[in-house]
């Protein structure tokens, strides 16, 4: 499986982003795909996830409001739409993909992984 993550950029705070992740190698629509992030000193955390039918997604506090889930599976891509982005939003955005159809928020339960897309939240 290979991911490729893009549309980082740098965005002035209140802004908005769409990360992109697109998917090969495998049944896209099976696959549970999340978003994580990791910021300069700081673990990677969980963002959000989305089943592999796009029915169920679930977010981190810290984000639950203001971004979303998204995936077109015909396309082999999943997106996460990111609103009223704040500073402390600066950070790598990565997109994984679990093997395993069952969901999960933890960054070690993930098997494959994009290589991450720079988000800058100036303030």
């Known amino acids: 499986v290979q991911l490729q993550a893009f549309g980082g950029g740098l965005v002035q705070a209140g802004g908005s982003l769409r990360l992109s992740c697109a998917a090969s190698?495998?049944?896209?629509?099976?696959?549970?795909m999340g978003w994580f992030r990791q910021a300069p000193g700081k673990d990677r955390e969980f963002v959000g996830y989305?089943?592999?039918?796009?029915?169920?997604?679930s977010y981190a506090d810290s984000v639950k409001g203001r971004f979303i889930i998204s995936r077109n599976n015909a396309e082999n891509t999943v997106y996460l739409q990111m609103n009223s982005l704040k500073p402390e939003d600066t950070a790598v955005y990565y997109c994984?993909?679990?093997?395993?159809?069952?969901?999960?928020?933890?960054?070690?339960?993930?098997?494959?992984w994009g290589q991450g897309t720079l988000v800058t939240v100036s303030s």
């Open positions: 994984a993909a679990r093997r395993s159809n069952v969901v999960d928020s933890s960054p070690a339960s993930y098997d494959y």
């Open positions: 190698g495998r049944t896209f629509s099976r696959s549970v």
């Open positions: 989305s089943s592999g039918s796009g029915s169920r997604t």
